[in-house]
């Protein structure tokens, strides 16, 4: 996988490389062509201006119809289409500072056709969904909460309002 934030340098020890890069093969292999090609760190950011999306969160699928983001009390971490890193490094799309939580910890995959998953990639102390420990890739819907040693973080989807047309 090109995208330097998933390289296996950082770990120590052959066991622990070893699982984290199984769990990156896995995830790239979820992504597909047409997810990793409609991620939007690649397009312009400032082409759905003015949408009804929470503070700091823009419309980010193609149609600007919906709006992906993480929620952990007040903060709100917007998500992209493609693989949304979450972790304590700072270049992870989603930073966490807590010791507890490994520095590549999971991952929200956002396909294009708006299904999402958890991923966790070999992450110390694992990542539960609702309470409970994901074993391998899991699909996830609005208002699910993941938690990552003592944080959580609610998903949530949201469609944008329409504009509504007059008939003057």
Excluded: W
């Excluded at 409609?38 to 503070?55: C, F, I, K, V």
């Excluded at 709100?76 to 590549?104: A, K, T």
């Amino acid at each position: 996988m090109s995208d330097p934030q998933f390289h296996s340098l950082h770990l120590e020890g052959q066991p622990r490389r070893d699982t984290f890069r199984a769990a990156r093969e896995i995830l790239q292999a979820a992504c597909g062509s047409h997810t990793l090609a409609s991620d939007t760190r690649t397009l312009d950011d400032d082409r759905n201006g003015g949408t009804d999306a929470p503070p700091g969160v823009s419309a980010n699928t193609p149609d600007g119809r919906f709006t992906f983001y993480l929620k952990d009390g007040i903060d709100v971490y917007p998500l992209h289409l493609g693989m949304n890193s979450i972790g304590r490094l700072p270049d992870n799309d989603v930073v966490v500072r807590d010791e507890c939580v490994s520095r590549r910890h999971c991952v929200v995959l956002i396909h294009s056709d708006l299904r999402c998953e958890l991923h966790d990639v070999a992450s110390k102390n694992g990542t539960l969904l609702n309470g409970n420990k994901i074993p391998q890739p899991t699909k996830l819907q609005s208002g699910d909460q993941i938690t990552l040693c003592n944080r959580r973080l609610t998903f949530h989807i949201t469609e944008l309002a329409g504009e509504l047309t007059s008939a003057d």
